[in-house]
């Protein structure tokens, strides 16, 4: 018998061992059993609709993440998913790397901590405009390997890494039934769009690779993107623009769309890509609709690729990718808010979406259609026998007609459908969400540079005036051309580029006499030629320099070089310096691509025949003298003998920089303005913050508008157009002291660092706009009241809300018109209709504060200025840092 003591104390023994069993298998919940059936992941027994953010670790700095996930989980993720990178983790064979932006385990535990989801691809190959798809070079090197087929030392590296990652989120209880926020793995990465490539030796990999990842015992389920033949075990994933259509490769598996591009990737000289936010909630709404049940933006937060992480082919050193989270961390509006709001109306679905096996389809017109979902999974249709107030349904509706609106009815009510779009209905009868009315009460716009004139106009964000130049003195040192240690080599033949480099460094130098003689001379000027270098074809930047001169220089991909050249009497210098600029990250056999020069390599129009460098005897160097001596970093900078540099210096090639700068007040993103400057790279206190060049996007190819209706591609809605592609360059905060910050440039071609300027990217001016016939607030659906039905969600007003930046508020309301305003953010014109109140409501409400929300009513806003006209509320406003002003944020 337990006596009652014995009772209390049995109580607290479980108490202790229930802590004790929490701590040691993860604090983030308890833990939780994920496995699927067609419709859905079932996560602790449940069926859930999840939305999540991908977010690449390396591509921001640890001390953004937390900000960067409470931003994701604000916005309505439910989940972050994020490769692995093996190069970050693995940069020398055997030696790995979990620190700094590598510590994959404190990022898990970060998005575990605030009580999200986190879906691991693993890869490894990734592609991700990563360099080399995420392989380390060294990878090339082992004998016989043939990388993502069936081939012995490919799969054993590949084995040993995946493993590595498993165990590692093993040994730290990351995965859900250790209480970890881990829910799916993945395995390889589109291998699908490659598999033709390989024969039956794709197919035969695809069967190891699920084998093999499913041998290691993770505890939770796998997938693998773009892969119509993932064995039975493996949920094969859709990545793309829409995946709307898309079906598993078995009826038991659900729908997962783990690509959402939201946005796409560019190229030095290339236009920044934009995908309107309409677009894109149409894209995720209709997958919802017609039964996904899970969604990962690619990207939610795209960030920047620093150092040399950058893929290639020429990829830029942003990876902002247009999505919800900019480069800097700072929301890119509406984008963020319009699907913040999109997230919460599919979550007042989740109920009926989980509930049913299937929606119930019904057309509404050519163009129209619905789809149903009931809570109650035996009522489902109008006749059940049930009524219909014991069983819920959330419906969908589509128009996706690309130019008009339509009418349609819908259980006897009439829905205006505007085109492109979806309306979410969650009782099936109100209208929460539609995907082509953005809801401006979350419209904090952060501008970039350049923006789509369909989105308001664009808010300088970093201006001249705010920025710290670092004017005060520049120092420069002379990079060699061509050989600069003892460790160069000579060797008979052109060697391949990555063989040599093994990508330590972008810059492999080649050296070679050339004797030219009297009578070749002769030959060139009586036959009026001149000799001509000819490569069969190059990648990505060569540089040809006669007798220490730079004479000509040569960018493309697998290009051939034909590169006249005037040669002296006697010998002559002939150097060729190979630049790589982020080596291939997608395609098949990746392992031979290699960088450099391929073929034949000669000189032409000399007097006795062509002369075959190819086999000529070539001194190599890599990298750069200052790369090796670390000069950028504080410790060894002064190792080189840097001199001051003058006002009117003229601007100089392979040149080394560095100044000093004190970091700008307050806590604003900061920004190096590299427009000044050539091509090259640029370290601050030592961090890499990338490669920099200023290429010029084409003219032509921007719309004047962009219509987010019809289907999205890349080249649609470009912004940009006749601009440098980057010019700003994130340095994160972390990586800044208060004063005396090492800058260190390496400029290539030539530019002036007297204009190279520190900035802030900051919001500043944030709008909104929206009509009184907008429908309510979506936290509205939530409010006891409206659950209980003491009032109609139809009952209440829609609200504008504005919101700054954290540690910012709202210093002056620019304009506020109720009435019939005209115009778009910082272009807002008053209409016939205006109520003269409108700035005094809304300044009222605001100044002051870092967030606040106006009703959109009359009553909201002080009497009706014109009956029986429809009317809408537009706001401009201003964001200060609250620093700045001495007013604490509230
Ligand atoms: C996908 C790939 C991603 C990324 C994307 C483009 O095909 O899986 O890693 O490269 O394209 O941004």
Redesign the pocket.
């Known amino acids: 018998m337990v006596g009652l003591e014995n009772k209390a104390v049995l109580k607290l023994l479980l108490l202790y061992l229930f802590i004790q069993f929490s701590v040691t298998c993860g604090n983030f919940f308890p833990p939780f059993n994920v496995t699927y059936d067609h419709r859905a992941l079932i996560i602790d027994g449940k069926r859930r609709m999840l939305i999540s953010g991908g977010i690449h670790y390396p591509r921001a700095t640890p001390q953004m993440w937390p900000d960067l996930i409470a931003k994701s989980k604000e916005g309505g993720a439910d989940a972050i998913e994020s490769y692995t990178f093996w190069n970050g983790h693995e940069p020398v064979k055997g030696q790995y790397n979990f620190e700094g932006r590598f510590d994959l385990v404190k990022f898990v535990k970060l998005v575990g901590d605030s009580g999200l989801y986190f879906l691991l691809r693993i890869g490894p190959y990734?592609?991700?405009?990563w360099n080399f798809g995420g392989f380390p070079v060294w990878l090339r090197d082992i004998p016989g390997i043939e990388f993502r087929t069936d081939n012995e030392p490919f799969k054993r590296e590949m084995q040993r890494f995946v493993t590595k990652i498993v165990d590692l989120m093993r040994e730290e209880k990351l995965f859900s039934w250790q209480g970890g926020p881990i829910i799916l793995l993945q395995i390889e990465?589109?291998y699908g769009n490659m598999e033709g490539s390989y024969g039956q030796k794709g197919k035969e990999y695809v069967k190891w690779a699920a084998n093999m990842a499913l041998g290691l015992g993770a505890g939770v389920p796998w997938v693998m993107?773009k892969q119509t033949d993932a064995p039975d075990d493996i949920i094969d994933t859709c990545?793309n623009y829409y995946c709307d259509g898309y079906k598993p490769n078995s009826p038991n598996k659900p729908t997962i769309w783990t690509?959402d591009?939201d946005g796409?990737?560019t190229t030095w000289g290339g236009r920044l890509p934009h995908r309107p936010v309409e677009d894109l909630a149409f894209a995720v709404a209709r997958f919802f609709q017609r039964g996904g049940s899970l969604m990962n933006y690619?990207m939610y937060f795209g960030g920047t690729n620093f150092g040399r992480t950058s893929g290639g082919p020429f990829y830029i050193t942003s990876y902002d990718y247009d999505a919800p989270i900019d480069e800097y961390g700072l929301l890119s509006e509406p984008k963020w808010g319009h699907l913040k709001d999109l997230h919460a109306a599919i979550k007042l679905c989740e109920p009926a979406l989980v509930a049913a096996d299937s929606p119930q389809y019904m057309k509404l017109g050519p163009n129209q259609e619905a789809h149903v979902y009931w809570e109650n999974a035996q009522s489902t249709g109008l006749n059940s026998s049930l009524s219909e107030s014991q069983s819920t349904c959330s419906a969908f509706l589509a128009n996706i007609d690309e130019h008009n609106t339509a009418t349609v009815t819908f259980r006897g009510k009439s829905y205006s459908l505007p085109p492109w779009s979806v309306s979410i209905l969650p009782d099936c009868s109100n209208l929460a969400f539609n995907t082509a009315k953005v809801g401006a009460q979350t419209a904090m716009k952060v501008v970039e540079y350049a923006s789509s004139p369909k989105i308001s106009a664009p808010e300088l964000v970093m201006t001249k005036n705010e920025a710290s130049s670092i004017t005060e003195s520049w120092m420069s040192v002379k990079e060699p051309i061509g050989t600069w240690s003892e460790n160069n080599f000579t060797v008979q033949g052109m060697l391949e580029h990555l063989k040599v480099t093994k990508d330590e460094s972008d810059y492999l130098w080649h050296m070679t006499r050339i004797y030219v003689s009297d009578d070749d001379i002769a030959f060139w000027e009586e036959n009026q030629v001149s000799p001509t270098l000819v490569i069969d074809s190059m990648r990505d930047v060569l540089r040809v320099f006669i007798n220490g001169k730079l004479i000509g220089s040569i960018t493309g991909h697998w290009v051939k070089v034909v590169q006249p050249i005037q040669f002296q009497q006697g010998y002559n210098d002939l150097i060729l310096l190979s630049q790589t600029v982020g080596l291939q990250?997608?395609g098949a056999f990746l392992e031979k691509d290699g960088a450099g020069f391929r073929g034949q390599t000669k000189l032409t129009g000399f007097k006795n025949g062509d002369i075959d460098l190819s086999k000529a005897s070539w001194i190599y160097q890599v990298g750069l003298k200052g790369e090796f001596q670390k000069i950028f970093t504080v410790e060894e900078n002064e190792k080189a003998g840097w001199t001051e540099l003058k006002l009117d210096s003229t601007p100089s090639t392979f040149t080394w920089y560095k100044a000093y700068f004190d970091s700008p007040d307050g806590s604003e993103p900061v920004a190096l303005d590299l427009g000044s400057m050539g091509k090259g790279q640029a370290w601050v206190n030592g961090h890499h913050i990338g490669r920099y060049w200023n290429l010029t996007a084409p003219k032509d190819g921007c719309p004047n508008s962009c219509n987010y209706r019809g289907a999205y591609g890349s080249n649609k809605c470009m912004t940009n157009c006749g601009k440098p592609t980057q010019t700003w360059y994130h340095v994160p905060r972390s990586w800044l002291q208060e004063s005396n910050n090492l800058l260190v440039i390496f400029e290539e071609t030539g530019g002036n660092p007297f204009e190279i300027s520190v900035k802030l990217r900051e919001s500043r001016i944030i709008c909104a706009q929206m009509s009184e016939s907008h429908y309510p607030p979506l936290d509205q659906w939530l409010n006891p009241d409206v659950i209980d039905g003491k009032f109609s969600i139809n009952d209440i007003k829609p609200q504008i809300r504005l919101q700054c930046e954290d540690g910012h508020i709202i210093s002056s309301i620019e304009f506020a018109s109720y009435g019939t305003p005209h115009g778009s953010c910082q272009n807002f014109s008053e209409g016939n209709c205006h109520s003269p109140n409108s700035l005094s409501v809304v300044s009222k409400a605001c100044e002051g504060r870092n967030s606040c929300s106006v009703e959109v009513s009359n009553s909201g806003l002080g009497g009706d200025p014109c009956r029986g006209v429809l009317k809408t509320l537009a706001v401009e406003a201003r964001c200060v840092s609250s620093s700045t002003i001495g007013v604490s944020q509230f």
């Open positions: 990734v592609c991700a405009e990465n589109e993107c990545n690509e591009w796409w990737y690619y990250n997608y």
